[in-house]
């Protein structure tokens, strides 16, 4: 059974916005920070944003004033709003969460 399953990726023009959301089932949701990673052809998958049980954030420089991580513990989600998206974002994002990873869910970015 897969423990986290992601959706909300697509196409989307430079400039626009996409939601991912990572849904997990696990009753231990709120004991473990949540993060979003994302990976590029051919290279190593990268952390974007991690959000603590808290609900304290640590973004990449690269997307730092354009990405909002989240996570809402009654929903057992956590959510990466993209805003002012550019071509250089285009890649397969992953949730991950202790342990338990997301399927992928692909984002492009057109000119």
């Known amino acids: 059974q897969r423990q986290v399953v992601e959706s909300g990726g697509g196409l989307v023009q430079s400039g626009g916005s996409l939601r991912l959301s990572c849904k997990s089932v696990r009753s231990d949701f709120s004991d473990f920070s949540g993060a979003w990673y994302r990976q590029y052809p051919g290279k190593e998958r990268e952390r974007v944003a991690l959000v603590y049980t808290d609900g304290s954030t640590v973004y990449d420089d690269s997307v730092k004033g354009r990405f909002t991580i989240s996570r809402d513990d009654d929903k057992r989600t956590i959510d990466l709003q993209m805003n002012n998206l550019q071509v250089q974002d285009t890649a397969v994002y992953y949730c991950?969460?202790?342990?338990?990873w997301g399927q992928g869910t692909q984002v492009t970015v057109s000119e």
């Open positions: 991950n969460h202790f342990v338990f």
